[in-house]
């Protein structure tokens, strides 16, 4: 496979799918069935309705827009997309998703993209560069992804791999994953357990039990430990029981696609941006 | 009571060069027609506030209507960068831009205190983000930490925003001045409580307001002026009345990324007879 979203042969399905799905198709079976979860726009929400489709039919999805337990039958274009509201549980305003939901801790898994992430997990979405005042790029910037990231009893991270997103050190820390390192979340008394697991179009990074150190530990069928290596701005740490991931499945396929087929563009969102 | 004005007199009453202006709608309901008004008149030098600088704010930074962007997320919903915010944050491009960014949950707690009347909020966050550091436009600390009186715990203040002018679109008032909004109703009723003056653009005006699911209304002693604009929110949606014109924001992309077709937009669309005529026709209905 390569990861430049085209076709990759599938080890047991004949079915030719891109990078992109196979990063989906991950995501989504990082998703139990019955779990809570806030999700962002493009990539992440893409993954959430797949599992909502497919293996996690009680599924409860959370858009900042203040939807709660939205049932969308196609992948919603922006996180306030009217088919949001109209299927789900409940509407409320914005302080009240922020304050009463995702502060105290109610909600399992926040769903996060990133511009840059590095090796603890930390995420930028504001500014590339040194330079907060004079930025090289100046992207979108916070959304709700640093009380996400914070309060989410874990996080899972879905980002494209280039050696410009993995950097050793983030540019700007727009949401915290490990600091420095252990014991960074615990001194700043954050609820969340941070990023569980980080999910590229190459395949899934997990935090080191001891060190919070990003470490490989899978990998999609037909890329090598070089590929991901050659893509990571860090020393690339590697699990002593890595793993080959399942290609996705007919039936993973076949209900992405049908997702997006009603869907125009919104996988073009800018990479990286933080849920709105 | 509210007024019912023409959506021209009332962006000429109620914003003045130099305010604090908050246009709030979340990707439902944002305010385009009024933005555009405020562009017409030329107004300069405000200190722009929204969660969510979309298109509606590219549209008035690149028209150089704004100094200062008080913000928590700047960009085209589901397409990518906004251009002329860019623009002027790289370029400095009409002008320079000077920021005061925010967390969501921050810019929503903000909101919330200068409703209620009271100077800061509350909230457990920012902690360890680099937001946490950066000043506020007066060159002050923007985020802040406070003592809980009761248990001694360590949580993070911001203080209360209080807009001069704050902007919504709605469906619906009737002709009393009483505004109806529904759906994913964001931070609007918020906005409108926290500002010293506020406009409401509305899909209709009616003789009376049926019931909606989970509809908002603020009485008509809280709110300004209410100008009719039929479709104001596009190319946004709202509820019962507009989809959202998804080509639209594809198109912007296009035309924002160039300063020179930026600048025609402008010429053609807000400042020549086509804006013009699209302010005529939201006047109408009062």
Known sequence: MNATGAPAPAAEDPAEFTADEMMTACAARALRDGMTCFVGIGLPSGAA???????????????????????????????????????????????????????????????????????????????????????????????????????????????????????????????????????????????????????????????????????????????????????????????????????????????????????????????????? | MAEIVSLADAVARAVHDGDSVAMEGFTHLIPFAAGREVIRQRRRDLTLIRMTPDVLYDQLIGAGCASRLIFSWGGNPGVGSLHRFRDAVEHGWPGALQLEEHSHAGMANRYVAGASGVPFAILRGYSGTGLESLPGLDGQPAIRSVTCPFTGERLTAVAALNPDVAIIHAQRADRAGNVQLWGITGVQKEAVL?????????????????????????????????????????????????????????????????????????????????????????????
């Open chain 2, 194 to 286: 926290s500002a010293q003056r506020s406009i409401v653009t509305v899909e209709e005006i009616v003789d009376e307001l049926r019931p909606e699911p989970g509809a908002i209304v603020l009485p008509s002693w809280v709110v300004g002026y209410v100008a009719a604009a039929p479709g104001g929110s596009h190319p946004s949606y709202a509820l019962g009345y507009s989809a959202r014109d998804n080509d639209y924001y594809q198109a912007w992309d296009a035309i924002s990324r160039d300063r020179d077709r930026f600048s025609r937009w402008l010429a053609e669309e807000v400042y020549g007879e086509a804006g013009s005529l699209a302010s005529a026709g939201a006047g109408e209905g009062g």
């Open chain 1, 49 to 276: 309705n797949l599992a909502r489709a497919t293996h996690a039919p009680n599924l409860v999805l959370i858009y900042e827009s203040g939807t709660i337990g939205a049932r969308p039958d196609r992948l919603p274009l922006s996180i306030g997309d009217g088919i949001l509201a109209e299927t789900a549980d409940a509407v409320v305003s914005v302080p009240e998703i922020f304050n009463y939901w995702l502060q105290p801790g109610r909600i399992g898994v926040g769903f996060l993209g990133a511009a840059q992430i590095d090796k603890f997990g930390n995420i930028n979405t504001t500014v590339v560069g040194p330079e907060y005042d004079h930025p090289a790029v100046r992207l979108p910037g916070a959304g709700g992804a640093p009380e996400i990231a914070a309060s989410c009893r874990e996080v899972i991270v879905v980002v494209r791999q280039t050696r410009r997103s993995f950097v050793e050190r983030v540019d700007f820390v727009t949401s915290v994953g490990f600091g420095d390192g252990a014991g960074y979340r615990e001194r700043l008394g954050l609820a969340g357990a941070g990023p569980r697991r980080v999910i590229t179009d190459l395949g899934v990074l997990e935090p080191d039990p001891a060190t919070c150190e990003l470490t490989l530990t899978g990998l999609y069928p037909g890329v090598t430990v070089a590929d991901a290596a050659a893509r990571t701005g860090w020393e690339l740490a590697v699990s002593d029981s890595l793993e080959v991931l399942e290609p996705p499945t007919a039936a993973e396929l076949a209900a992405l696609r049908q997702l997006t087929q009603a869907e125009e563009g919104g996988q073009a969102e800018l990479e990286g941006a933080a849920p709105r």
